[in-house]
């Protein structure tokens, strides 16, 4: 049973994320478009999020090894809280993507 635990804890942690971004980007993609925005717009904002997991994700092991997964983690969710409501308080696109990277 120790031996799952790490494993429970990447798919509980993974499942979290999923939960978040199903939740997020509806509702990021509704306000551009109250907003007039273009689909392809909103397409290059929905992009954002996946165009960071390619580029940072060759760098996680030299993190996790550097700061320790709970450290990790709880920067990753610091950061994920601010990202939202940067969203919340800015009202140009522009700057919506790299908010959203």
Do not use: C, H, K
Request: aromatic share 8%.
């Amino acid at each position: 049973m120790p031996r799952l635990l790490p494993l429970i804890a990447a798919i509980a942690a993974i499942s979290i994320v999923g939960v978040g971004l199903s939740m997020t980007i509806p509702l990021i993609a509704v306000r551009m478009e109250a907003a007039g925005y273009s689909a392809s717009a909103n397409g290059w904002g929905v992009a954002m999020s996946g165009l960071a997991t390619i580029l940072v994700s060759p760098f996680m092991p030299a993190l996790v090894r550097r700061l320790g997964v709970r450290r990790l983690m709880s920067l990753a969710l610091a950061l994920a809280v601010a990202s939202l409501a940067g969203l919340a308080f800015v009202d140009n696109v522009l700057w919506w993507f790299p908010i959203r990277f």
